[in-house]
């Protein structure tokens, strides 16, 4: 079975500035998803970021970017010019695919505050 | 994106009573929907996964006879929480994947946060 770590459980950014998350994983499937969620106050889960793992070019989306090292099996997340909306629960997540009920993993979590 | 709808948003109900969530697809068909059970502070942990016009697979350590999933059209899934008791308040999510958006991409709902008195 699939494993996802976060070690952060919570972390502040001021505005303006940069601020990685990190997540690692445990696998033994070579292809595969992995993702960051955001679940803000509103709980509502919206994707931020995918990266398919035969890729080697790193994902990114706006200001938000990921550094994935297969080999390492480590996941992090970039959010460059933190504003007060990235305030929220992300959520790394791992997919196997296996079809269209292909399930998604979620790591426990790290709570992100941007301060003034 | 796609768009999935949860009804309701909230329900407080009185323990030994059931209660229907319903998730729907807004604007594209769902194959496949998920549910999903998040306590205060924690991780989403994936009860089932159902398939249009099939029973659910659920997740081990899930009861299936108290959680009841009905996925009977490619728009429509149901969940029952049967005989409810103050250990099944939480926050209930379900998602959907389908002829939207890329391969495998779930579209997540917004939530329906049970309370058990």
């Known amino acids: 079975a699939q494993t996802v770590t976060q070690s952060q459980p919570e972390m502040s950014v001021q505005e303006a500035e940069t601020v990685t998350l990190s997540c690692t994983y445990d696998?033994?499937?070579?292809?595969?998803?992995l993702f960051w969620y955001k679940q803000p106050p509103s709980r509502q889960m919206i994707l931020v970021i995918r990266q398919e793992a035969y890729k080697q070019q790193n994902a990114t989306e706006n200001r938000f970017s990921v550094n994935f090292q297969k080999a390492a099996k480590s996941f992090s997340l970039k959010i460059s010019d933190s504003q007060l909306g990235d305030t929220a629960m992300y959520f790394c997540?791992?997919?196997?695919?296996?079809?269209?009920?292909?399930?998604?993993?979620f790591g426990t979590g790290t709570r992100l505050q941007v301060t003034l | 994106g796609a768009v999935v709808s949860q009804h309701p948003s909230w329900v407080i109900c009185k323990s030994g009573t059931s209660v229907k969530i319903e998730c729907r697809s807004l604007?594209?068909?769902?194959?496949?929907m998920f549910w999903y059970r998040q306590f205060p502070k924690q991780s989403l942990m994936l009860m089932a996964t159902?398939?249009?016009?099939?029973?659910?697979?659920?997740e081990q350590g899930v009861e299936k006879d108290k959680f009841l999933i009905n996925h009977a059209s490619l728009t429509l899934s149901t969940l029952t929480v049967t005989s409810a008791h103050p250990e099944d308040s939480s926050f209930y999510i379900c998602?959907?994947?389908?002829?939207?958006?890329?391969?495998?991409?779930?579209?997540f709902g917004p939530g329906t946060r049970l309370t058990v008195l």
């Open positions: 997540a791992f997919m196997k695919p296996t079809g269209t009920a292909s399930k998604l993993t």
């Open positions: 604007d594209f068909q769902a194959t496949t």
């Open positions: 998602s959907a994947t389908g002829t939207s958006g890329r391969y495998n991409e779930q579209f």
């Open positions: 696998t033994s499937e070579n292809n595969y998803y």
């Open positions: 159902s398939n249009e016009g099939s029973k659910a697979t659920y």
